[in-house]
């Protein structure tokens, strides 16, 4: 219920704690304040966290584009009409008395949608990591284990009995880990790492999700075959990754000479160059990861290449035959 005395008419003057206690966004001021703080909130989590993504995953989004296509969902009325911002409210387990609790109502909130966006965008830009992530919530569900989101980071933690309750390790110490804890499935890295946490070090025993993903990626990048989705070890199964990237590029390849050369839309030289660049992305794909924009992969064999003549000329038929490169692997990794 709103408390009278708190209501202002003044965007500068009116507080989050003020906004949450009347739970009403149809009031467009208290609207307005909310989807401000929140985009806030959320640019300050996104310059952190983007120093840890690829380039590639902002080159076509400003952060500010990508923050508010994040909290989209939380500010549009789903189908029973309600927002669920308000429903998250409504839900809160803990006594929101004063405006620091109100920020880190929403700071948890807020945390946990744009988790959930990168971790969109990462399936998007890398089909290996959204196998291992298949596979990594295949093992959580078979083996009772739970994710929880802590400080906006999501964690696999060994049951929902035991919260995090101190520290657990950072995304660094996670990509870190000895060697020796990423031998086998990926169950049996989980459990590996969730005891080594507990016998070797004084953090909480939760395991942050993304951060393991891609160790799991980096310790195989070189050569490996990924499990099947189920976790387990199975030969028929298994997929090598530099062949499933081989035979990507050979099929986006193909595509380049068929659309874009046979039809005289690029010269022999231009497709020469794109299939350069296309090389250096697929390597970086199954070498752990795209770190750079587009731009970047084909400027780098078209020295005298600006970013407006790549926008005006190359950038959408490049990004086209990216596509079909992540969209072809996708598809193996499926077979």
């Not at 500068?12 to 806030?40: A, G, P």
Request: glycine share 4%; net charge negative.
């Amino acid at each position: 219920m709103c408390d009278e005395n708190l209501q202002s008419d003044n965007i500068e003057m009116t507080t989050l704690i003020e906004i949450l206690r009347c739970k009403d966004l149809n009031n467009q001021l208290h609207f307005k304040v909310l989807l401000n703080h929140s985009i806030k909130i959320a640019l300050a989590l996104l310059n952190r966290k983007s120093a840890y993504y690829p380039k590639i995953f902002f080159e076509e989004l400003s952060l500010h584009d990508f923050a508010v296509d994040a909290l989209t969902l939380l500010f549009v009325k789903d189908k029973s009409g309600e927002l669920p911002i308000i429903k998250s409210l409504k839900s809160w387990d803990k006594e929101i008395n004063n405006e620091a609790d109100a920020y880190f109502f929403l700071s948890q909130i807020i945390s946990s949608r744009i988790e959930q966006e990168i971790s969109k965008k990462l399936k998007e830009a890398d089909p290996f990591f959204g196998k291992i992530l298949r596979s990594i919530n295949y093992v959580v569900e078979k083996n009772k284990y739970a994710k929880t989101t802590y400080f906006g980071v999501v964690h696999i933690i060994e049951n929902s009995n035991k919260p995090i309750t101190q520290k657990p390790p950072s995304a660094e110490f996670i990509e870190a880990l000895p060697n020796s804890l990423l031998h086998g499935t990926n169950e049996k890295i989980i459990a590996l790492v969730l005891d080594y946490l507990k016998s070797e070090t004084d953090f909480f025993p939760a395991i942050p999700l993304n951060a393991l993903i891609r160790r799991i990626k980096k310790y195989h990048s070189d050569d490996f075959s990924y499990y099947s989705s189920s976790g387990e070890i199975n030969l028929e199964d298994s997929i090598n990754v530099q062949k499933v990237v081989s035979s990507g590029l050979e099929e986006t390849v193909n595509k380049l000479n068929l659309m874009y050369v046979n039809k005289g839309k690029l010269n022999e030289e231009e497709a020469d160059n794109f299939k350069k660049a296309l090389n250096d992305y697929a390597g970086d794909l199954s070498d752990g990861g795209v770190s750079r924009g587009l731009y970047e992969y084909l400027s780098r064999h078209m020295l005298a290449l600006s970013k407006t003549d790549f926008y005006e000329k190359y950038h959408q038929s490049f990004d086209y035959l990216i596509r079909i490169l992540k969209k072809s692997i996708a598809e193996k990794l499926h077979e």
